[in-house]
């Protein structure tokens, strides 16, 4: 059984506002028929540009939003017919974490674990060792989130994740934004996970490096599609004349189809 399946996914939206690039109610398309298989155990990357559909992916494995076509399964549950399976395995990170920002780090991670049905003093500990491995001041575990900056705050998100022993991690950026040390201590984490718990992970990234040290397959995305799939490795050899992934990735993502053409002609 794949932790991750999704077969000929796509996702549209009907943005509310007009903008220079949209008229009212015209549809802007996020996915365009992506469709991969994760085995467990798998730290699985996706690198893209702005705005390329990483962040709708992972909205619609964890159940946010839901396909227009197409079928995502998590540990074989079908994301329609079944979420509430679904999200008892999976655990995201991402930048919009929502959090009751009066309240303190710890008591927003007490909340978490009360929901977990976790022991209260046991999830605690766990969670203030995290924070203080991750560099958070011991102080600020009890100040209101809203008084932490963003980085600190992606850091308490993290603890959460981390509070039970995580089936399915999907991780939307967790190093943006993170001073250099964070960052590392963040990976060094992520490592540690994918060795220790055997938690699967989908880890969408701008990090290269960060995609080349943790990621044992990584897809390019690029409009909605994956433009390519492999390990860092091959898509280095493939792609970036043996030059590391971020030369493939600048490669796939950066031509213009149009320039290639022409090149082409
Ligand atoms: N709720 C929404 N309403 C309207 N359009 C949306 C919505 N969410 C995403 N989009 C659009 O879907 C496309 C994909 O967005 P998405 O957030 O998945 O990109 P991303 O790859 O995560 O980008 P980034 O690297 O900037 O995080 C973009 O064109 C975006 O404007
Ligand atoms: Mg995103």
């Known amino acids: 059984m794949y932790a991750i399946e999704c077969i000929d996914v796509f996702k549209s939206f009907r943005p509310e506002g007009e903008s220079p690039w949209h008229r009212k109610g015209q549809k802007v398309s ?7 298989a994760m085995p467990q155990g798998e730290c699985f990357g996706i690198l893209g540009p702005n705005g390329s559909g990483k962040s709708t992916l992972i909205r619609l ?13 998590v540990f074989g549950h079908d994301v329609r017919t079944a979420p509430l399976e679904v999200r008892r395995l999976i655990h995201r990170v991402s930048v919009e974490a929502s959090f009751f920002k009066k309240l303190s780090a710890q008591e927003n991670l007490d909340y978490a674990s009360g929901l977990y049905g976790l022991d209260k003093a046991q999830a605690r500990e766990r969670a203030q060792e995290i924070l203080l491995r991750l560099g958070l001041p011991k102080e600020k575990i009890r100040a209101p989130l809203e008084e932490m900056s963003r980085g600190q705050q992606q850091k308490v998100a993290i603890a959460r994740a981390l509070l039970t022993s995580p089936t399915l991690l999907l991780l939307d950026e967790p190093t943006t934004g993170l001073d250099p040390r964070s960052r590392r201590d ?12 055997s ?5 969408c990234t701008h990090d290269m490096q960060e995609a080349e040290r943790l990621c044992d397959r990584v897809a390019i995305i690029r409009g909605g599609r994956f433009i390519a799939l492999d390990t860092p490795d091959a898509l280095s050899a493939r792609y970036g004349d043996g030059e590391g ?8 993502t950066g031509e213009d189809p149009r320039e290639e053409e022409e090149m082409d002609a």
């Open 199 to 203: 938690a699967s992970i989908v880890l």
């Open 186 to 197: 963040v990976q060094a984490f992520i490592e540690e996970i994918r060795g220790s718990y």
């Open 61 to 73: 494995i964890s159940t946010l939003l839901l396909a227009d076509r197409g079928e995502v399964r």
């Open 245 to 252: 992934l971020e030369a493939a990735f600048l490669r796939l």
């Open 30 to 36: 996020a996915l365009e028929g992506i469709s991969f």
